[in-house]
């Protein structure tokens, strides 16, 4: 089969923890067993929900009823109460005694500093106002901040012109409902491997969950299949390096899968050299990118290497949002390719098979094959087994900000 034909099969909702996922992960190990690998898969417990639903009645005025969506791991809650607008930049800007007893609209994310504000502040409720194509979209609490924020904070999102028809309307108070079950699941890696002459490893890495409302095919079917186009092709070959695929699981619920591999295999991480991240695909219409999580060196043999080879990669050094990230704490250098594109359709129920192509995930996949079997055959790392100190900085405050 064609990449698009796995990726046609593999886009359905497959949200973390759910039955769904471990369909997913089964149909990826049956793939793999015909291309005659062995491969394991790994589970984990997550703190994970179903996609719940709530409403917002203007009261005062009155008005029509209009759909939001609680955040997922955030409390349930039937309140009414002010609307208040939190347009700081940052929450030290913030008078809270202004946001207590109040229904919070805001555009920020519900990162820590922003649920704590809240919470802090006693706020009724914070409200997020997404862009109209995410209306059914859902976007939930990092594992942490669900753990101290989750039974305590409701958190819901918005439409953009609903909430702007509240402005025009000079709405002053709501009745927000929201409901949603949040329960502990099990998710899974997908492990295969090539054993090498050596155990010096590289690694491959692609998240195979979507988000909750979305069939997920650029995000992330087609990395998914586009490692396994690099599999089927490897199949059999021996390289000085042991070649280790993995398909992670909940990614879209924090980079679960990956940190969970890193945290169960940590004696063995000291071994691999390398890692290539395969994160959204499928757009013929822009140009495939490198983000490089290493140092100059690395940007410089990768781009040496894309030039030498014919590979045409928009190339930059710079931390990418996805499952390289909890290994490159353990200084494990990284590069992730892609191919951007789906704007705010990502996440949301419109990111679907028909928008991706097969040239474009077979682009990615020889791309990644050719840096994968040049590296995994050299005799000597052909650039340092390190991350610069600039990059470690931002995975720091990556991982800081995001709990």
Known sequence: MRPIDYLEQLS????????????????????????GY?????????????PGSGTLKPTEPSGDEVHISPVGLSANCDVE????????????????SKLAGKIVFMSNYPRRKWVKLLSESGAKCGITVVDDIRIRAYIKLSQEVAEDFGDKMPLATIGYK??????????????????????TGTSQNVIAEIPGKTDRTIILTAHYDSTPSSPGAQDNAAGCVEMLEIAKNLAGKKFERTIKFIFCGSEEMGLLGSKAFSESHI????????????????????????????????QNFIEGFARSNGLPM???????????????????PSVSIARGGISSRGHSPYDTADRTCNEALEDIAKYAQAITEEISDSKLLPFPREISEEMKKKVDEYFTGRK
């Not at 025009?168 to 009745?175: A, E, F, L, S």
């Open 81 to 96: 109460g002010e609307i208040a607008v939190l347009d700081a930049p940052e929450p030290q800007w913030v008078e809270k």
């Open 38 to 50: 062995k491969p394991s898969i790994e589970e984990f417990e997550i703190e994970t929900f179903e």
């Open 162 to 183: 609903y909430a702007m028809d509240l402005m025009r309307k000079n709405v002053r108070k709501v009745r927000v409902h929201t409901e949603q079950k949040k329960f």
């Open 12 to 35: 359905f909702v497959r949200m973390g923890g759910s039955e769904m996922e471990r369909k997913a992960a089964d149909l990826i190990a049956d793939w793999l067993k015909k291309f």
């Open 314 to 332: 928009k190339i930059s050094q710079d931390i990418y949002s996805s499952d390289g990230m909890p290994f490159a704490r353990f200084g494990i």
């Open 267 to 298: 004696d063995e991480l000291d071994k691999v050299d390398f890692l290539i991240n395969l994160d959204v695909g499928g757009n013929p219409f822009v140009p495939v990118f490198a983000k490089i999580l290493g140092n100059e060196k690395l």
